[in-house]
């Protein structure tokens, strides 16, 4: 019957490498995707190569109702991969009530909830994963995405204490934390801001989110079985 991954923002650059590799070693998807259905019309049509299930699902993680739809959507599960996320760039002081909201309502609360939910579908199997995507600066912190890195970090924490309920049930439990990645996030960067910050990588470029994929295919994979609640760094040397 084949192996079930939900793959939370599958729309995302990070996201739709992570459903193409998966789709290629044969994982059933369920792709959650909230404003990007252009992007996730061109995924599904690249998935048409795979003889797979391949179920989207709509559900807005911004707000409480989304990891409810998300959730009731999902039948048969092995593996969760949270991927959804966005980067607000600006000074900690000029941040709104609102937008604080919604980071912790989109990167820290809906998943946890998701998670909470979810986790009956995955214990007990002979193998089952949580991955999270958090990021370099979760690990590090950085000067103008504060609470960016402080939503990341909740991610790290949330991943590491879980990992130790989960270990007995068969549930692995580990985050990833790319550096910079060539995906939509840095578009707003010039072509001389990005070559400053490739300069500023010890690897001197940034990441594919194919590179991205492959470490989360091996979290997945039974050459990881013996890896739980680890954040496994992939950033170029940027932070050792």
């Not at 370099?136 to 991610?155: D, H, L, N």
Request: charged residues 20%; aromatic residues 6%; contains cysteine.
């Amino acid at each position: 019957m084949g192996k079930y991954a939900l793959i939370t923002g599958a729309s995302g650059g990070i996201g739709s490498a992570i459903a193409q590799l998966l789709a290629s070693k044969g994982w059933n998807l369920y792709l959650h995707y909230n404003k990007g259905e252009k992007q996730i019309n061109e995924l599904l049509a690249r998935l048409d190569a795979y003889s797979i299930e391949v179920m989207p699902i709509r559900a807005d993680l911004e707000t409480d109702k989304g990891s409810d739809i998300l959730a009731d959507n999902i039948f048969q599960l092995d593996a969760i991969v949270n991927s959804s996320g966005n980067a607000p760039y600006g000074l900690f002081t000029d941040l709104s009530d609102t937008t604080i909201d919604q980071m912790l309502q989109l990167h820290v609360k809906s998943p946890i909830v998701l998670i909470r939910k979810l986790l009956p579908k995955l214990m007990g199997k002979p193998s089952a994963h949580v991955v999270l995507i958090s990021s370099i600066w979760g690990q590090t912190g950085a000067a103008c995405e504060v609470m960016y890195s402080t939503v990341k970090g909740a991610q790290i924490a949330f991943a590491k204490a879980l990992s130790k309920e989960t270990a007995r049930s068969g549930v692995r439990v580990n985050c990833v934390a790319p550096g910079a990645v060539k995906t939509a996030m840095l578009d707003w960067l010039s072509s001389e801001e990005l070559s400053d910050l490739e300069e500023d990588i010890p690897i001197g470029r940034l990441a594919d989110p194919k590179e991205i994929a492959e470490v989360v295919s091996f979290l997945l994979s039974k050459q990881s079985s013996y890896i739980t609640g680890q954040v496994i760094a992939v950033n170029g040397g940027m932070y050792t």
